[in-house]
């Protein structure tokens, strides 16, 4: 066997096992597999992804909130994205919101979270605030806090072990509004399918499963919006509403 071929194997090996490992460790570790890759997440891992922030999903997510925001004659709002990375849908939101709506991000990664403080002083708007939580462990903020509370491709790595639990947290909080873009299953069960993309669920039935008192929309990601892997196909901004602090 030539030098080549046994170098060419050996990366189709590493290759084998690496891709083995993102499809049946999740299975075996639940949640704690990603928890783990995003809390060792290296400070520079976060900082090479500074000058692609710029993305058509950010506008159109943050019109959707605004346009809620102001058919229930919320001026002012309290908002909260969970998983915020560097805060650029905040950012978004900043734009358009009047200057004493408060905007809050929290993230699982230091590093993200020292990364989007840095981020938003380099964007002149250091008055958006970043913390440190888990989707599934909130309870740094009070109850009916926000009146939104959203995400963005965050919960497709939460497993069935602690999702309800992600989105009780984010009714705790929330006193109006919840706001999932994420990747849903063409299936109607809340129990996640697990995909090299992550677990995917359909979110509509997981919410309704929960007992909330509270109205559910879609609006389905076209390709303009998001165009890579399975977003054009799959993506949905799913809006909880209630009348009645999810309770």
Known sequence: MSRITK???????????????????????????YEEVWESRPLEDVKKYIPDQDRPSRDW??????TSLQHFKI??????EVGCDLGANLFSLKKILTENSELIGADISHASITSAKKYMESLESPNIKFYQAKADDLSIFDDNYFDVVFTDAV???????????AVNEMMRVSKKMIFLLELSSQNNSAKANHTLDGWIRNYKTLIESNNAECDVSISNVTIDIRSAGRWPSQGELIKAVSSNNFI
């Open 7 to 33: 170098f060419l194997l050996k990366i189709t090996f590493k290759k084998a096992i690496i891709k083995l490992k993102t499809i049946v460790l999740p299975l075996i570790k639940k949640t704690s597999y």
């Open 61 to 66: 997510l943050a019109s959707e909130i605004k």
């Open 75 to 80: 001026e002012n709002p309290k908002i909260l």
């Open 155 to 165: 919960l497709l790595y939460v497993a069935d072990d602690k999702i309800n639990q």
